[in-house]
């Protein structure tokens, strides 16, 4: 009986982490991406196990993005379906062929994780994930930052540390993609995606989910491990253990296999020139600006706590947007489009839909001059630069002692 349970456990296993896989897109520059041609099929199937069998009445988003509620209800129908399909398959497989094959599946999840981990940790090395905080979150207090943006924040700012863990991922993807140090790469990956997971769960990031996924995934490689463990940590081993030689053929094949990986996961670095966000160009007019006169109607106004007209700061983000922060240090969106030759920002609300256009004097460095129409107010404001390189969270600073 115990052996018919592992069995139908194996083949659950397996049916799940194919299905999950193949049910979203995850784009890559040279490996196929499954997921872009079936992940429409996998969200007709969540919507109708949504309002059918789970009975959810209020509306959801039925793309499979990360924590999406369309994303869990999508893992567990095909749960459901991988254990009938398990069961109905032990039925027919009483000698248990699959298990000669189960090998290979545990590679293709050891080279599975060995992608995810490389280009994890490559985004960090090159600090493409935890970028350095945009001008506007240096001027938000800790405590009207939302958590995921804090701890975001907080690993930006240090270009060590990212680097430091993005190392860690990229050694553990290497040693899984060889047998002989699988189960030291499987150890170590628990230990960092645990991590991760924990990370994800404490400070709201939405990719919990997928991040629990990719541990089951390790569970799945420490399982055949588990007496080895158990023996090293608890017990004596004096087992010697030998390897076969492998086939030329299959090392060739590996050896391209990885060298495809490799070059997959750099070729965004590569194709950017871009091997460290920190240092790379920021967009026209990219900073922090600090409103010095402020002009309403024709009228200067003072820099009074009370006035929700003033604008104490101006932040112009990366991303093409324009953020407003009040003299209450409330922030206030705008997309952004900046004409450089008619030297013109064109501001949109999309709370409202509404547009508002300036005009822009740059007189040097330091100054910047903005004058147009904000609903039905004409502005005009004399801002000057702040260097955020001053900043005491951007300072590059290390001490060995605290004298």
């Known amino acids: 009986m115990k052996t018919i349970l592992t069995n139908i456990a194996a083949k659950t296993a397996f049916i799940f982490v194919l299905l999950f ?23 007709t199937i969540t919507a109708w ?3 059918n069998i789970l009975q959810v ?14 994303f869990y209800i999508n893992a567990l129908w095909i749960l459901c379906c991988s254990m009938i399909v398990a069961i109905v398959w032990q039925l027919f497989d009483k000698n248990n062929h699959f298990i000669k094959y189960y090998g290979w599946f545990l590679v293709f999840v050891r080279y599975y994780l060995a992608i995810q981990l490389l280009a994890y940790g490559l985004n960090k090395v090159f600090k493409w994930q935890f970028y350095l905080p945009e001008p ?8 009207n930052t939302y958590k995921d943006i804090l701890y975001w924040s907080s690993m930006g700012a240090s270009r060590t540390y990212s680097i430091f863990t993005g190392v860690l991922e990229v050694l553990v993807a290497a040693l899984l993609l060889f ?19 924990f990370i994800n769960l404490s400070f709201d990031i939405s990719v919990k989910l997928y991040s629990l996924f990719l541990l089951l995934l390790v569970a799945l490689l420490l399982l055949p491990y588990t007496k080895k463990l158990f023996q090293f940590f608890f017990a004596s081993n004096n087992q010697n253990t ?16 990885i060298f495809v990986i490799v070059i997959d996961a750099m070729a965004v670095y590569i194709q950017t020139n871009n091997f460290n966000d920190d240092a790379a160009p920021r967009p026209f007019l990219h900073g922090a600006y600090e409103a010095q006169i402020f002009v309403l109607n024709g009228d200067t106004l003072l820099p009074l706590t009370t006035d929700t007209h003033y604008w104490r700061r101006m932040f112009i983000h990366r991303r093409g947007y324009l953020i407003v922060q009040h003299m209450n240090d409330e922030m206030q969106d705008f997309e952004l489009t900046i004409d450089s030759t008619k030297h013109s920002f064109t501001l949109l609300n999309t709370t409202d839909s509404s547009t508002h256009f300036f005009n822009y004097k740059k007189t040097s460095d330091s100054t910047l001059y903005l004058n ?8 005009k404001i ?14 590059n600073e290390f001490s060995w002692t605290i004298d």
């Open 382 to 395: 004399h801002f000057n630069t702040i260097d955020l390189k001053k900043l005491p969270l951007l300072q």
């Open 242 to 257: 030998t390897t076969k030689p492998r086939k030329k053929y299959l090392l060739i094949i590996k050896w391209l296999v």
């Open 21 to 43: 896989i193949g049910s979203f897109s995850f784009p890559h520059y040279f490996l196929p991406d499954v997921g872009a041609y079936t992940h429409s099929f996998f969200e």
């Open 136 to 143: 506007n979150i240096l001027f938000t207090t800790v405590g």
């Open 372 to 379: 147009g129409k904000l609903y039905n107010d004409s502005i």
């Open 49 to 51: 196990f949504a309002r």
């Open 57 to 70: 009445q209020q509306p959801f988003t039925a793309e499979l993005i990360s924590d999406s509620t369309a």
């Open 179 to 197: 047998k002989r140090t699988t189960l030291l790469g499987a150890c170590l990956a628990f230990g960092i995606l645990l991590n991760v997971l």
